[in-house]
């Protein structure tokens, strides 16, 4: 099986430091953090001995919620964690089957949840290292083995089978037994060809040109969040370029469903490049554990890129800012979160952009704590042959031995939101070993002076000793770029800028199907109370950094650290249906240019993000 050009640190070498680790905080003391205290789903599921669901839920809850614990060294956190691996590996079957259902309802019980499963397990024994939860996977995967050849996979599974590959990898890789490999290409066989769904037929269509009215596996939005890696994953096995697939998928997604965010649409299925469609959280997580895992794979730094945008501008945006609500799905242009009049989502229901508990289904509320933790765990990676790549440079710290000497690194500056990032290696003792630092894509960068063209990867190989500082300097143009929409929007390097609309937050606490909504974790519309039908009248941009305070997350409307001033003005924009309409009735003037600050995507909750240039006269 061929190697992975790099692999990934554990959480007891690696540490975020900063504005990420205040962000983690945040998230482990806020809704994801507790969901197993207050919701039924993970409290009372049947994966654990409860009544309550007994499927996905605690497998996406677990996948997140592990290596966070691990990454802020929570005993409490690592301890909820093990009772929860423990209770389902002790009612596991004589034959090694794990999940929550009788012998006969095997056939019918979608194997995606098995798969998470698997791969929960894989990251549990990485960061723990626990012999016991490994015999289980162990067992666990050789039975899984076994009931393919009676059962193939179907549905949920069928569609998401190259989840699997994770834990089969990470097993064989631990015991180098063939039979796994005779597995991943039974997942390969058995599951979807996702290939197939781009390829274009005779009329130069592919099928999900032709997949638009209706909710389906195929043009799911969390489902293709997740194939991007598909074939990565298993080039490892057949030798296939490990980009192609994903590049070429990427690039049609993009054009066809692209949102200014780098994401793409999908009110649970594909939408459209419309600012006033959304995207589910889901997606965006899966996407980012996507392009983790093709970089991993491939070496190729566009990945990178990518994860930084969906973690820099999706992915903030879709909570609130102390984490105890999110959306199920979020908008570009989001100037209200209140029930709709009537559904207008492709098919989500009318709440489906509200923040909540869980809003329109509880998928994302049990998967939203896995984005952050593995983007943390990505900062630094272990190259193959030897090294040590800074892959993403956010504030992070890493300590790991080479050559049989104690080697830690740090990463200073709080990028993305300053544009010095200080690289700081030292050693006890002379070590011999390559340093590589991936210089983000930008307009330019020097590197101790020297200039670096960006988007590459820059190789320092030399005999350490003592301690030594590396200064990375990155340049970003503010750049006022065409959407499809025929509207604008505003970047600086990967950070997405948006108009924040003040906001009206009114609580909701009630009882619906058994799951209580009170405080702190209710749901809330969000009303505005600030003007949004706005328009760029030119060029005018002036960046102003403010400090990243610690122990408060930068993405707030109240604490972004990073704002760009410009002059807007108002024009005629409707409100129909509680959205803003997709355009505006006319670009011309209503008032008199203003003075106006736009801040980070990702630091809002209402915004405006494309937006017209006016027609001045």
């Not at 095997?106 to 024994?125: G, I, N, Q």
């Not at 991007?228 to 296939?240: A, C, D, F, Q, Y």
């Not at 740090?410 to 340093?435: A, K, L, M, N, S």
Request: charged share 25%; hydrophobic share 35%.
């Amino acid at each position: 099986m061929r190697n992975l050009q790099y692999s990934f640190f554990t959480a007891g070498e690696l540490k975020p430091s900063g504005w990420l680790r205040d962000q983690l905080t945040c998230e482990a003391e806020g809704l994801a953090g507790n969901l197993d205290k207050v919701w039924p789903d993970i409290r009372d599921s049947m994966w654990i001995g409860g009544e309550r669901d007994g499927w996905e839920r605690v497998p996406y809850w677990l996948d997140g919620f592990i290596p966070l614990a691990y990454l802020l060294d929570n005993e409490d956190m690592k301890e909820r964690a093990e009772k929860y691996i423990y209770a389902i590996i002790d009612r596991s079957s004589p034959d090694g089957w794990l999940c929550p259902c009788a012998p006969s309802e095997r056939r019918a019980y979608d194997p995606w949840a098995a798969l998470l499963l698997f791969k929960v397990l894989s990251v549990y024994c990485a960061e723990s290292g626990d012999e016991k939860a490994e015999k289980a996977l162990y067992r666990a995967l050789r039975q899984f083995n076994q009931h393919l050849d009676g059962q193939t996979l179907h549905n949920w599974g069928a569609a998401r089978w190259f989840e699997g590959l994770i834990p089969v990898f990470y097993m064989y890789e631990k015991t180098g037994e063939d039979w796994l490999l005779l597995l991943a290409k039974k997942l390969d066989v058995q599951g979807f060809d996702w290939q197939k769904v781009f390829e274009k037929d005779a009329d130069g269509k592919n099928m999900l040109d032709e997949l638009t009215k209706s909710w389906d596996y195929i043009s799911h939005v969390v489902n293709l969040g997740m194939m991007l890696k598909s074939r990565s994953l298993m080039s490892r096995i057949t030798g296939e370029d490990p980009d192609k697939f994903a590049a070429e998928a990427l690039a049609y997604l993009h054009e066809k469903h692209g949102m200014a965010t780098g994401h793409f649409t999908g009110d649970e299925n594909l939408s459209g490049t419309s600012p006033i469609q959304g995207s589910e959280l889901c997606s965006v997580v899966e996407a980012m554990y996507s392009f983790e895992q093709l970089f991993s794979v491939s070496g190729n730094t566009r990945w990178l890129d990518m994860l930084e945008r969906e973690a820099f501008n999706a992915l903030p945006a879709t909570f609130s800012p102390d984490m105890w609500t999110h959306q199920y799905v979020q908008l570009t242009n989001q100037v209200e979160c209140s029930r709709l009049p009537k559904r207008v989502f492709r098919t989500n229901d009318e709440e489906a952009h509200i923040f909540g508990l869980e809003p329109n289904y509880g998928c994302c509320t049990a998967n939203m704590v896995q984005g952050y933790p593995k983007f943390a765990l990505t900062a630094y990676m272990k190259k193959s042959g030897g090294g040590v790549l800074a892959a993403l440079p956010v504030p992070s710290a890493l300590t790991t031995v080479i050559d049989g000497k104690t080697v830690s690194f740090t990463t200073g500056g709080q990028y993305p939101f300053t544009d010095r990032i200080v690289y700081t290696v030292e050693t006890q003792e002379p070590v011999e070993f390559t340093f590589d630092i991936r210089i983000p894509s930008c307009d330019s960068a020097t590197l101790d002076g020297k200039q670096v063209a960006g988007g590459k990867i820059v190789s320092i190989n030399e005999l350490w000793n003592g301690r030594r500082e590396i200064i990375l300097d990155l340049c970003f143009d503010v750049k006022l770029t065409k959407r499809p929409s025929g509207l604008y929007c505003l970047n600086r390097g990967p950070l997405l800028f948006s108009l924040p609309i003040k906001e009206n937050w009114k609580k909701r606490e009630y009882e619906s199907n058994g799951v209580e909504r009170k405080f702190p974790y209710c749901d809330y519309y969000v009303y505005p109370e600030s003007d949004w039908n706005m328009a760029f009248t030119d060029d005018y941009f002036t960046v102003e950094h403010s400090e990243v305070i610690g122990g408060i997350t930068p993405f707030s409307p109240q604490t972004a650290p990073l704002r760009i001033k410009t002059r807007l003005v108002h024009v005629d924009w409707k409100m129909p249906d509680g959205r803003c309409a997709l355009l505006p009735e006319s670009n011309i003037p209503v008032s008199d240019a203003e003075e106006a600050e736009l801040i980070p995507y990702g630091a809002t909750c209402l915004r405006m993000t494309e937006m017209p240039v006016a027609e001045i006269k």
